[in-house]
């Protein structure tokens, strides 16, 4: 029971993982830096997801993406 709970938190990583990636691509773009937020929002809660699983690469993803949505967000003032 507790191995299948495992599995699923781990999906739940890794597809808040994928959202957050999907969501930073274009977020990229000039003036199109609010989506950083959104991703950060799903970087949280994969990374909220990860924690709790015995392979850490969604909680990677996680971090990493965040990172970059972070950094962007510094650059661009917190809107752009």
Do not use: D, E, H, Y
Not at 11 to 39: D, E
Not at 43 to 55: M, N
């Amino acid at each position: 029971m507790l191995r299948a709970v495992k599995t699923i938190l781990q999906i739940l990583s890794v597809i808040c993982a994928i959202f957050a990636g999907i969501l930073l691509v274009p977020s990229m773009i000039p003036f199109l830096g609010w989506g950083n937020w959104g991703a950060l929002l799903f970087c949280v809660a994969g990374s909220f997801f990860g924690v709790f699983c015995t392979k850490k690469i969604g909680l990677t993803i996680n971090v990493i993406i965040g990172i970059v949505a972070a950094l962007r967000l510094f650059l661009g003032g917190g809107v752009l």
